[in-house]
């Protein structure tokens, strides 16, 4: 079936930095690709919809400028964390349609920002 | 704006008791209707789909059947076992776009 993958998996941080996730659709091509917030105990959050070859759209109260998305190809998009903090922490995960609508996610990356 | 409400949990069964986590929509047009579900420590999975009114998704014993009139997808399950511990999550996509909106999720806890 069709699979999702992320990278990294799981990554620590020092306050300040920025850090890059990875989204593949491994053996799809995903126009579309959208990314997620999933806070401990809680629901997810959608934050972007990442469009190939365009802007991502975010969703309201997510600023654009620190949470950058590039979706440069149809298989990969990336969410950068940019001047990360610790309220950052959180388990990002992303999905991607594919030509059925059927929604396949990614394994998700735990942040951790100390 | 379309939306998912499903019960909140923790839900506590027994082994081997019937299951149904409820789920009820608003939404334009025809959505598409899923259960995903997330074991601990994991991403989230597919569990099962409808795309149309009156179809039934069904997978690893459980179902969901997309009600209209009721706009309901109640997911069930005739006799749950311990490894069925996750968090269940109600969501549709519109046939507008593709964005996937997501229930709240239902946390199940299967006691042995």
């Known amino acids: 079936g069709a699979v999702v993958s992320q990278h990294p998996s799981r990554v620590i941080c020092k306050s300040g930095t920025s850090v890059k996730i990875e989204c593949r659709s491994l053996?799809?091509?995903?126009?579309?690709m959208f990314w997620y917030r999933q806070f401990p105990k809680k629901s997810l959050m959608l934050m972007a919809t990442s469009n190939e070859g365009s802007k991502a759209t975010y969703e309201q109260g997510v600023e654009k400028d620190k949470f950058l998305i590039n979706h440069a190809s149809l298989t990969l998009s990336t969410l950068t964390v940019t001047s990360a903090h610790p309220e950052d922490s959180s388990f990002y995960i992303c999905s991607a349609p594919d030509n059925t609508d059927t929604q396949y996610f990614g394994p998700g990356t735990r942040l951790t920002v100390l | 704006g379309d939306s998912v409400t499903q019960m909140e949990g923790p839900v506590t069964l027994s082994e081997e008791a019937f299951l149904t986590i409820n789920c009820t929509y608003t939404a334009t047009g025809y959505p598409s209707l899923f259960w995903y579900v997330q074991y601990p420590g994991e991403g989230l999975q597919l569990l099962l789909k409808a795309t149309k009114a009156d179809d039934k998704g069904s997978n690893k014993g459980f179902e969901a059947t997309y009600r209209k009139e009721t706009t309901s997808f109640h997911l069930e399950k005739g006799s749950v076992q311990v490894s069925d511990s996750a968090v269940y999550f109600c969501a549709l996509t519109s046939n507008r776009d593709d964005k996937i909106i997501f229930g709240k999720g239902t946390r199940l806890h299967i006691l042995p």
């Open positions: 053996d799809f091509q995903a126009t579309t």
